[in-house]
């Protein structure tokens, strides 16, 4: 069953590196997370290993409330990327999580012309593999 | 220490193909340094410099380049920020001419773009291979999404239309029916690009630039040097580069590269915005040219849509810009730096005919890089005949 679904799955998986696993890690268990400076309170995303502000390593995870709003976004009819290809249109956008971060994502569960930039939104996780989940966002319910 | 003058322009040539299954990238941009040598009355033995990169290149490619034509020279520059490499090549070129590391440096680009059948806008962005592709690949981000989602939030905030990029477009195509080596010359209005099929959203298919083979070169060298060459020189006045990206979450994406790479130029080169007669500005898509001129300062952000209208952007019109009909309708054989910097030394020297913008004396040249929507590059040059 899982070897069917890995097959099934065309869309390019991302190259999780030791310096990001634990993000993807929280993914899996369905948590989205992103970073703050333990020393000058800088919040960032995507995880890294250190501030872009001062440079400190010392990083406190902070747990997000999956919530956000669409800041802008693309319907996309036109990709000929395997996995794209065969799901055309698919919606691309930066989603502003109420961390205050934005966050390149898919929006789901809603057709093109439902989407308005500053509409609420919320996560849901997508089990693409048995080893990859994908933060995507729907609609707020 | 100041650039200003330092160094100019005394060769261009563009290549005049647009499909050229038939000949190598290495062997158009060998032809094309012959035509930018001829044009300044220079031999290849001249050459002391070289700059190059390219969507058909490896991380050595200018090693392999330098092989292919048995080049030895005392300067080397590869930068590889996208589209807008060949406007920053200039830029570097100048700084190593002013500095005594080289004398004439050649700045060239080829490619196969069409003939080899690269999906560029519409391919899938980002090879995957840097750490940062781990967070934009699994979503299927395109080069034409990344633009369009500027286009999409502009429109939300200040009322922007598609009628109003469409005219960028529309100007561009009508430059281009005056450009005999254009790939697609026969005008098209406002409602042709809307009618056409929707990309990525709000961006249609006439929104996009096209995909060509081409290629193109320049000759930098000393102002001295080129007081004695074949063209009127055009000098390097002014020169600024730099990055965005998505700022660790915190960016506001309708400020781009453009606004720092812009400001710098024109505080180095000592001009005003009222002193530029006419502009090259990568139009990758209608969107990079709006957004690039508000960022470049030439009207406030938010009114872009305007300034863009009304035929504003045409070569008889306040504020002429790619009047070899651009990207979007002349050529884009992947990158298309280069050929800012050569329309506008054309423009500077007086040889564009029918399209001349009148008593052009002083022009801005802004290459755009990768994806405003993700990361990109910008590098701005100012150009004068005086």
Redesign the interface.
Known sequence: MADQKEKKYA???????E??RPWWEALQRHELY?QKCRDCG?????PRAQC?SCLSPRTEWVRCSGRGKV???????????P??RESLP?I???VE?DE???????LVECR?EEVK??MPVEVVYED?TPE?T?A?FRPAR | MSLSRKACVAGAYEHPTRFAPDKSMFQIMAESIRGALDDAGLTIKDVDGLCTTGIGMGGMGIVGFCDYLNLTPNFVDSTAIGGSSFVAHTAHAAAAIAAGLCEVCVVVYGSTAASSRF?IG???AGG??D????????????T??AY???A??HM?DYGTTPEQLAEIAVAMRLHASMNPVAKYRDPITVEDVLAS???????HLLDCCIISDGGGALVITSAERARDLKKKPVYILGTGETVRH?A????D?LEIAAAQSGRLAFERAGVKHSDIDMAMIYDSFTITVHTTLENLGFCKRGEGGAFVSGGRLRFDGDFPINTDGGGLSSNHPGMRGIFLVIEATRQLRGECGPRQVVDCKTALVHGTGGAL??RHSGATLILSNQ
């Open positions: 869309k390019p998986l991302p190259h999780v590196d310096e990001t992103v800088d919040v960032r995303y995507h872009t800041y802008t976004f693309t319907a996309t009819y036109q990709n000929q990327a996995g794209f698919y691309m956008a930066w999580l205050g971060l934005k966050m390149l994502t898919n093109p930039i500053g693409v990859v994908l995507k | 999906a519409t391919g899938g995957g291979g750490p940062c592709d781990q967070f934009e690949i699994p979503y299927g981000p395109t034409v999404g369009a989602m500027i999409q939030r939300h099929r929707v990309i990525s959203s709000p961006l998505a660790r979450g915190q960016r994406f929507g993700t």
